[in-house]
């Protein structure tokens, strides 16, 4: 896209559009010397600006006067691209009646859609999805709006997604699904739906790890308890390691415990041919070196 530079009156109209000024958007434009849709550097027309800041007068006066709801910035982002960011879900309705693509994708992918689940918009999540967004397109990294609403937490957005038909266990392209990155994240609450939805709890990242040795390598002790009852595997993952293992690495006790109690080896060795019990004492987590000790390696009197 060439663009070229910008004169004082279109950064004025760019200004206004910011600001939320309507009443300088019409006489500026009423001059009929600065174009509806003009550019700066990075493709940004006013009807963009306005729509990221909120501005539905402004957003009503430039597409009254012609400004394209189609227009897409270098990053191939849109005006309505920035109103689901935002949450403005009456400026994304509009643009929606004014003919802007619901699934209109920046570069890396994402569409509004992806955006909305992000910032956990549900009223601008249900309005793209009944205005056509498909929920199964994912990014460049095959990420999708699920697994973007599994990593950042929003259960009400993420529940919605499953009865539009959203896969739960989609993978991105390191090998991650929803169920992974919200055990990673420490979302005990997601990680309790997808595993009710039908998620593989076993599901290994191309390094091996599961949702569970991730919980424990984090220290979630809540997520823990949610995977538990779905029999993770508790032996040696393609990684070489176990989930035990990981929490005794990081001297996480509490996890430590809930696995044993799950029935978790602790004679086991990783690929390098150590135990938990001498990996907590190397890394000099004393109350796990003795709880290790005590139960499992104690001699019974």
């Not at 206004?16 to 940004?44: F, P, Q």
């Not at 035990?244 to 509490?254: E, V």
Request: one cysteine or more.
């Amino acid at each position: 896209m060439s663009l070229k530079k910008e004169s004082p009156s279109d950064i004025q109209l760019h200004l206004a559009a910011l600001h939320g000024d309507e009443h300088r958007i019409r006489r500026l434009l009423d001059t009929g010397k600065i174009h509806v849709d003009s550019r700066d550097k990075d493709g940004t027309t006013p009807l963009i600006l306005a729509a990221a800041s909120g501005n539905v007068n402004c957003v009503r006066e430039l597409l009254d006067q012609g400004a394209d709801p189609r227009a897409r910035r270098v990053t191939g982002t849109t005006a309505l691209f920035f109103a689901a960011q935002g949450g403005f879900l009456d400026i994304a309705q509009i643009l929606l009646d004014s003919g802007a693509p619901v699934d209109s994708p920046s570069v890396d992918g994402g569409t509004p859609l992806f955006v909305a689940c992000q910032c956990g918009h549900m009223d601008v999540v249900q309005e793209l999805v009944k205005r056509g967004a498909k929920v199964n397109t994912h990014m460049k990294d095959r990420a999708t709006p699920l697994f973007i609403a599994a990593q950042n937490g929003h259960l009400k957005v993420l529940l919605f997604l499953l009865t539009q038909g959203a896969q739960a266990d989609p993978r991105r392209t390191d090998g991650a699904t929803p169920l992974w990155i919200a055990a990673q994240m420490g979302h005990d609450h997601i990680v309790k739906q997808l595993l009710k939805a039908g998620a593989n709890v076993d599901a290994t990242r191309h390094d091996g790890a599961t949702a569970l040795f991730k919980a424990a390598h984090k220290g979630h002790t809540a997520v823990i308890e949610e995977l538990l009852k779905f029999k993770p595997n508790l032996g040696l993952l393609p990684n070489g390691e176990t989930a035990l293992h990981a929490a005794a690495l990081f001297g996480h006790l509490p996890i430590v415990k809930q696995l044993m109690n799950a029935g978790s080896d602790p004679t086991l060795h990783n690929q390098e041919g150590a135990t938990p019990l001498q990996l907590a004492r190397d890394a000099k987590h004393t109350a796990v070196v003795e709880y290790l000790y005590n139960v499992a390696f104690r001699p019974k009197s």
